[in-house]
């Protein structure tokens, strides 16, 4: 089976402009979430999104936001990129409710901004 | 924001000897503590987790070991082995809301053969 699947794996920007990241999450499971893991530190929470709707946003600016679709994939987008949102970026999918169950994380896209 | 502490940064350890790391957190909400193990080019997964309601879990060669009133916890790894070498990361929620987990910094754990 599948699992948490994200594209693309790695890309470079300069600063100012706009990426959008996406992940397909495990088959049946509804709900996404986004993290940023920068380099040397854990990931942090970003969005969780559960049945097309935002269901939780963490301590992030408005440069970043998030849409489900559907089939339940999602996108990441992030514009005006500054230096320091180089980072990999994680999606996770959870098979239980909205804010429980185990996170299954993808393998990330790193995103690099020159 | 981090409020999970996580230590040591490094680790090495030889073939067969005992990997223990350890993290502490501050907010008192936090009642599932799962440790999550990354390999390198690949995302977080899910190693071992537990409940303030025990003081132990044992998962074959992974042990968590919880202090509720000291609000640490910490991961041992017996009979570590070369394959065991990765990242770790342990992490702190409140049971009812994965929106609120933390993670700790991590630490790159190396067994030597």
């Known amino acids: 089976d599948a699992g948490v699947t994200q594209s693309p794996t790695h890309l470079i920007k300069t600063r100012g402009q706009q990426v959008t990241l996406r992940c397909s999450p495990i088959s049946g499971h509804k709900s996404v979430s986004w993290y940023q893991q920068v380099l040397g530190q854990g990931p942090q929470f970003i969005f969780q999104?559960?049945?097309?709707?935002?269901?939780g946003r963490g301590n992030f600016p408005d440069r970043f936001s998030a849409r489900q679709f559907p089939n339940y994939s999602s996108e990441l987008n992030v514009n005006a990129l500054l230096l320091g949102d180089s980072a990999l970026y994680l999606c996770?999918?959870?098979?239980?409710?909205?804010?429980?169950?185990?996170?299954?994380f993808g393998e990330g896209s790193r995103l690099t901004v020159l | 924001q981090q409020q999970v502490k996580q230590s040591p940064q490094s680790l090495i350890v030889q073939k067969g000897g005992i990997s223990i790391i350890n993290c502490a957190y501050e907010?008192?909400?936090?009642?599932?503590f799962p440790w999550y193990q990354q390999f390198p080019g690949k995302g977080p997964a899910l190693l071992i987790a537990i409940r303030p309601d025990v003081s132990e879990k044992k998962e074959g060669r992974f042990t968590i070991s919880f202090n509720k009133s000291a609000k640490q916890f910490s991961l041992h790894i017996m009979d570590s082995q070369p394959g065991d070498s990765a990242t770790y990361f342990c992490?702190?929620?409140?049971?009812?809301?994965?929106?609120?987990?933390?993670f700790g910094a991590g630490t790159r754990l190396t067994v030597k053969p």
């Open positions: 907010n008192t909400a936090f009642d599932y």
């Open positions: 992490a702190a929620s409140p049971v009812y809301n994965n929106n609120d987990m933390r």
């Open positions: 996770a999918s959870t098979g239980q409710g909205a804010l429980t169950g185990e996170l299954f």
């Open positions: 999104y559960y049945e097309k709707e935002e269901r």
